[in-house]
């Protein structure tokens, strides 16, 4: 006799566990749907089910049934191999989670990208029974990683590719055998544009700038703005240095150029450093900073102009940059020290005056050249600090040789223009004379000759006002570059020095000593005194006596010594 009641109960279990299990399902669906997420299942066959069709419905797949391939026939054909192979993985069992991101395409024909994630249920023999997961619409965060990887690699106001993507693109160029140039462009003085028209027009011509080299980079250039008035052009396929300097001279032209941004006209001016590589670096930060290099040897050029680099540029711009750091702390580190050179009376043959030379001798670079780090001094100012130290150190050593002879010896310094055009430089010169104690008549200020202070009108009250002071103003130098006859006649000074240069050439052109002459016949009649530096034998000393000149210097009669040298000197020559 069969048990009814047992069966009607079993029943009922399978019915009540059937419900349960579409509720679960329907719950599922309903999470899935609030979290825009597709949920799907396939089993060993490949036959797949999408569950909630709120997701599935923007597909063009069958949401009662569907088939594996269905589904990877929308997927696009660049992530075909990935997904497949992604598939085939989890069915063998080789990895645990099913994880893939790829694009497929909706009923828009538009594709949209995926983050698909499975789990596989195997037999005890490891054979793949079903595999569930979950779909997610990644699009946005896609865009939104896309967007983030641009503003990486890409400059923020011009859309050009920055330095960390023209770093990746010359690497990957040098590793696939490529060679080519780069050109390092700087906007020379970008700063009075934005200055005097504004940042917002200076924004709209740096983008103007842009735009002209994407425009003549040619097929195979590469436009990177790496720094604000700084940019980058890449030659691929140009390394013939005829070429490249045919390439260059027309940017140059062409972004000499006058730019109109909303009717203001604006002109730059441009230099190029060029580095080719592999010959100037194997890497690209190596390739980059050899044609910085050569750029800022081309941007103490006047007019627009490029250089191609070599090493012995970059070896000379590293030393000066090194002094340029090196004198900062030089004074500091009491590095700097003063030397004399005797000027002799050509009449009586003793000691009138010493000039004070200012010497260098650091730990790292050794004995450095004045002709080296004094025009370093003047470009970063570091000169007005050094130049005060010079005067007073030599008014006070000159103020000691006075007082131990019981003379009246003058000191001469020598001054740059850049300490002439700063503020206050008079009564600065005038409290070094007052606090070290010397004379002032004993003080001789050389001025070496050039266009500013001939057209400086501040300058040259400057020197009027050390004149009426009591100081002794000099021209030094005269003959080696700016000489004028107008200085001699406009400047209130009270004597010259004839440079080496031109006694040199007196020795060898009769016509240059006859010039010589005069201008000391005229010296004289204008009371000027006049000094023939440069002496170095007796060949030289006999010209220069024809010359009728007041005072001599030179090696002849001594090199540069120290202070205490010049205590020596004096004393053994007995020449005071």
Avoid at 112 to 121: C, D, L, N, R, S
Avoid at 242 to 259: G, S, T
């Amino acid at each position: 006799m069969v048990n009814i009641t047992n069966g009607k109960n079993n029943v009922e279990y399978l019915v009540n566990e059937i419900e349960l299990y579409k509720k679960n399902i329907e719950r599922l669906e309903l999470i899935f749907e609030a979290a825009k997420e597709g949920m799907w299942d396939m089993d060993d066959d490949g036959n797949v089910r999408f569950f909630n069709s709120s997701f599935y419905k923007n597909f063009d797949v069958s949401l009662d049934k569907s088939t594996l391939n269905e589904w990877i026939h929308l997927v696009h054909p660049e992530d075909k191999h990935l997904f497949s192979e992604n598939v085939v993985m989890q069915k063998i069992k080789r990895i645990e989670v099913f994880k893939s991101q790829y694009r497929v395409k909706n009923k828009n024909n538009e594709y949209v990208w995926i983050e698909a994630i499975g789990k596989a249920q195997y037999d005890a023999d490891g054979n793949m029974i079903f595999m569930v997961g979950a779909h997610v619409d990644i699009t946005e965060r896609k865009e939104h990683e896309k967007k983030i990887l641009f503003m990486a690699y890409h400059d923020n106001l011009t859309s050009l590719p920055n330095r960390n993507l023209l770093e990746k693109y010359i690497n990957e160029g040098i590793k696939n055998c490529k060679s080519g140039a780069l050109l390092y462009i700087n906007v020379k003085d970008f700063k009075y544009v934005n200055d005097v028209f504004g940042y917002d027009i200076g924004d709209k011509a740096l983008i103007r700038i842009s735009k002209k080299l994407e425009k003549n980079s040619g097929n195979d250039g590469f436009v990177s703005r790496i720094s604000g008035n700084e940019f980058v052009l890449l030659l691929d396929s140009i390394f013939n240095r005829d070429k490249i300097e045919q390439k260059v001279k027309y940017v140059l032209e062409e972004l000499e150029q006058k730019i109109d941004i909303e009717g203001r006209i604006i002109k730059i001016s441009t230099c190029i450093g060029i580095a080719r590589f592999p010959n100037d670096g194997i890497v690209a930060k190596e390739i980059i900073q050899n044609a910085n290099f050569a750029m800022t040897i081309a941007s103490k050029k006047i007019t627009p102009s490029y250089e191609f680099f070599d090493l012995g540029l970059r070896n000379k711009l590293l030393r000066e940059r090194t002094i340029d750091n090196s004198l900062k702390t030089a004074l500091e580190n009491n590095e700097l020290f003063i030397c004399y050179q005797p000027i002799i009376c050509a009449k009586t043959g003793k000691v009138a005056s010493m000039e004070a030379l200012l010497r260098w001798n650091n730990v790292d670079l050794g004995v450095v050249s004045p002709f080296e780090f004094i025009p370093i001094a003047e470009k970063n100012n570091a000169i007005n600090k050094i130049g005060d130290f010079v005067l007073e150190e030599a008014c006070r050593q000159g103020n000691i040789l006075n007082e131990k002879y019981n003379a009246k010896l003058r000191v001469a310094v020598n001054v740059s223009v850049i300490q002439l055009m700063q503020n206050g430089f008079v009564s600065k010169v005038i409290s070094i004379i007052e606090n070290t104690g010397v004379d002032k008549n004993n003080v001789i200020l050389e001025i070496t000759e050039s266009c500013a202070i001939e057209t400086n009108i501040d300058i040259i009250e400057k020197i009027v006002k050390l004149r009426d002071y009591g100081i002794l103003i000099v021209v030094d130098d005269f003959g080696a570059g700016y000489s004028s006859i107008n200085n001699l006649i406009q400047l209130p000074i009270a004597g010259l020095k004839i440079d080496k240069s031109i006694i040199e050439k007196s020795l060898a052109n009769d016509n240059v000593f006859y010039m010589m002459q005069a201008v000391v016949a005229y010296a004289h009649n204008m009371k000027m005194t006049v000094v023939a530096e440069g002496v170095e034998d007796k060949l030289m000393l006999d010209r220069i006596r024809g010359l009728n000149v007041n005072y001599i210097q030179g090696f002849y009669y001594s090199k540069p010594i120290s202070f205490n040298e010049v205590i020596e000197y004096m004393e053994n020559n007995k020449s005071i």
